[in-house]
């Protein structure tokens, strides 16, 4: 979306009457993007949907603290980041595994027949990946998916450019070293 | 990078995932609905009753503390009057055991 294009929706936001069909401008625009940065992360459809879902909701909800000080876009992200990491760590929780562990147990998605299509090989590269801890897997995702520029990924995730080029670069050593060990 | 060329070469960026078919297409629609808009407050109609009724209890207020001072007031000046009669009822008893004669050369020294 253009700049002029968001400063004008952001406006439209302060208006009772125009809110609702800019806010649903924005969910038109945003919602596949924000739905696959979800599902890379969470694996499965019904889980993506609910948390992508509740992410247009707090946005709604908290709309008039938004001022444009971020894009709309960048913004979205930071709640549907942590929408992601807050129900992976409940899920982590419930099931007994330390947080700071890999998503194991998104493992058997892989195996699901109504969530995955890929093959053999993207089989292998999605494990590879659930190897990763979350917020490297995050910063995989964005950076090798869905090609965002470090900028981009560091104003939705708060860190530092040269932190994500590290942690980037770790994460694709790690899944090298993957496929190396499981040929 | 040559590292990110080799997973390339390896597995591409095909997106293995399914997706509901026409899951996009209502997306906008379902999210829409569950967005609820802001209630808005309607001016509630003030009865004639609910604007007087502060001033009727402040009347009201006024009165009883009214009433409470008087009740007071009259309890306190019963109490003075109370302490008259002891001081009677004590002087009387003093008196009893004074005898005519002694009570008569008092009164005279004390003119």
């Not at chain 1, 990491?85 to 195996?111: C, H, R, Y």
């Amino acid at each position: 979306m253009e700049e002029n294009q968001e400063k004008e929706l952001i406006h439209q936001f302060d208006d009772p009457q125009t809110r609702r069909k800019a806010f649903e401008v924005v969910v038109n625009s945003f919602s596949e993007q924000l739905y696959w940065q979800i599902r890379r992360m969470v694996l499965s459809h019904e889980d993506t949907n609910d948390l992508l879902q509740n992410t247009f909701i707090k946005a709604w909800t908290n709309l008039d603290s938004f001022r444009g000080e971020a894009r709309i876009s960048t913004w979205l992200y930071r709640i549907a980041v942590n929408e992601c990491i807050t129900f992976l760590n409940k899920q982590k929780q419930m099931t007994g595994i330390p947080l700071d562990d890999v998503d194991a147990s998104l493992l058997w998605m892989l195996e699901a027949p109504e969530e995955f299509s890929g093959d053999d090989l993207q089989k292998k590269l999605q494990k590879a990946i659930l190897q990763l801890p979350d917020k490297q897997r995050l910063v995989f995702n964005m950076k090798y998916y869905q090609e965002m520029k470090y900028e981009e990924i560091s104003d939705a995730l708060g860190t530092s450019v040269g932190a994500l080029k590290a942690s980037y670069h770790y994460a694709v050593k790690k899944i090298e070293e993957f496929f190396a060990n499981n040929d | 990078m040559e590292k990110e060329n080799d997973i390339l070469k390896v597995a591409g960026k095909q997106n293995p995932f399914k997706v509901p078919e026409g899951y996009f297409e209502s997306l906008t629609s379902n999210v829409m609905k569950r967005l609820e808009d802001p209630v808005e407050r309607e001016t509630p109609v003030v009865s004639m009753w609910m604007r007087v009724r502060p001033y009727v209890y402040l009347a009201a207020m006024f009165i009883g503390i009214t009433c409470m001072i008087r009740v007071y007031t009259g309890l306190t000046s019963g109490v003075n009057n109370n302490s008259s009669v002891v001081e009677q009822a004590t002087d009387e008893y003093l008196l009893s055991s004074v005898d005519t004669y002694t009570l008569y050369e008092y009164l005279e020294s004390a003119e």
